[in-house]
């Protein structure tokens, strides 16, 4: 990674763009605090990521969980570790088990979930705390289209009080549901663009993304 | 804002420890060493007519030798094949203390697991008058050498991303270690170097504790040795970045 610099605000959703290998999955361990910076500075709330792991709200590549949990016991457990308790962690258990949609899953091992079902259970995990920032790598690949708009229609539903930045390979995606997207070519930032503006000018994402990484 | 200290997760320790005790490999675990070592004892424990647990220390060394590596190989190694392990680690909670949660739980299993032998202390007491100095000294040494086997298991579990390896180094790692402090090895052995080998391994220092005898130096020896592999487990863990 080169080079790669940019800033968010409150209520905003980035997209995180760029062909695979590009760096998406290492810029975001990096802003997660999973990997630390050979050089360069990333500060979230003016905090470094490691000291502000209450802010983050993560979901990492190809979505790992501990499967041998129920989908309760996951989240208890992840809120725990968030040092949640007593009514604190029911209401926020509540919270995301409504919003997530998974009532009805909440008794069910992980390892018998759907794929769809594991994405809800690691974004409910990735919210446990209520963070101000939520960082997702690719939160759709892998699930059906209804899937997917679910996912979607739920990223949506939360950001208007947090930060998002979330990877995709799915233009139509980011166009969608983005203020802004980054594009990532082979570890440097070649792309910074508001869609508001993009749509102004009248060029679209798809060829601004092929011109510019190919 | 409460004022919290990352630095040990008594919640970790409680979910490792809870799941050894209910995965199957666990509970396999668990029944395989029970069997074998009441078998062991009562194998010739009638022959021997003696009220001690000495031919089941003296096998305990090459028992562990199998039998732990099964328990650490996956503390690492399953979660960076899963990818659970960018989960943990991006919990507030330090790698430090991640590390030493994991190991704390491989090893209070372990201690439940030996505590199976029970039994056979309460047979010994109505048959006959077990010398309690030699059985303390057993068990303390029995569980250094077990805590030892597990430090380094779990350093190897997190150079890798596969049980198997691990279980496979771990075994091959101890067992050099075991034949370092045998007779057999050491007898060949210029006199300088055969002292420092056997100072080296494990079972050396282990013999002395089943033979009642608790020695400063072996206690030392084991307390470095822990500390060593679960620090540098901590550094492998942390080094994930390069």
Redesign the interface.
């Known amino acids: 990674m080169n080079d790669i610099s940019f800033s968010a605000k409150t209520g905003e959703i980035i997209g995180f763009l760029g062909p695979n290998g590009a760096g998406k999955t290492t810029t975001m361990r990096l802003i997660t605090g999973f990997l630390i910076p050979t050089k360069g500075k990333i500060t979230i709330n003016g905090l470094p990521p490691k000291k502000a792991r209450d802010l983050i709200g993560y979901l990492p590549e190809e979505n790992p969980l501990y499967s041998r949990f129920t989908a309760l016991e996951y989240l208890t457990f992840i809120a725990k570790m968030h040092y949640l308790s007593g009514a604190q962690l029911r209401q926020r258990l509540n919270y995301v088990i409504e919003n997530c949609g998974l009532q009805e899953m909440a008794y069910q091992t992980i390892e018998t979930l759907s794929r769809g079902y594991r994405q809800r259970v690691g974004l409910a995990a990735a919210l446990i705390h209520n963070p101000q920032l939520l960082i997702m790598d690719e939160p759709t690949t892998g699930l059906d289209p209804n899937q997917q708009k679910e996912i979607r229609k739920l990223i949506q539903q939360i950001a208007q009080k947090k930060t998002i930045i979330f990877s995709t390979h799915i233009l139509s995606e980011a166009e969608a549901i983005c203020q802004r997207v980054i594009i990532i070519h082979q570890g440097q930032l070649v792309a910074q663009e508001d869609l508001a503006q993009l749509r102004r000018k009248r060029v679209s994402l798809e060829k601004l993304f092929s011109r510019l990484t190919q | 804002m409460?004022k919290?200290k990352s630095n040990f997760?008594p919640?970790?320790v409680k979910?490792i420890v809870y799941?050894y005790l209910t995965?199957p490999l666990g509970l396999i675990f668990a029944c395989l060493f029970f069997l074998v070592s009441t078998w062991l004892f009562f194998q010739d424990f009638f022959l021997i007519n003696q009220a001690s647990l000495k031919p089941l220390f003296n096998l305990i060394p090459f028992l562990f030798l199998f039998f732990l590596p099964a328990i650490t190989m996956n503390l690492f190694a399953e979660e960076k094949k899963?990818?659970?392990w960018?989960?943990l680690?991006?919990?507030?909670?330090k790698e430090r203390s991640v590390v030493i949660s994991k190991f704390l739980a491989a090893f209070i299993f372990t201690s439940l697991v030996i505590g199976l032998t029970f039994p056979l202390v309460i047979t010994l007491r109505f048959l006959g008058h077990p010398d309690w100095g030699v059985l303390l000294s057993s068990y303390l040494g029995g569980l250094f050498l077990a805590a030892s086997y597990l430090a380094l298991g779990l350093f190897l579990s997190s150079l890798t991303d596969n049980n198997i390896v691990a279980f496979l180094t771990t075994v091959f790692f101890l067992l050099i270690n075991f034949f370092s402090g045998q007779e057999v090895v050491l007898s060949r052995l210029p006199g300088l170097i055969a002292q420092i080998i056997s100072f080296l391994s494990l079972t050396f220092h282990y013999q002395f504790f089943t033979q009642g005898n608790i020695l400063i130096s072996s206690l030392i020896f084991y307390l470095s040795w822990i500390i060593l592999f679960v620090w540098l487990t901590i550094v492998s863990l942390k080094s994930?970045?390069y």
């Open positions: 409460k919290r997760r919640l970790l979910e799941h995965s899963s990818g659970t960018e989960i680690l991006t919990l507030p909670i994930r970045d």
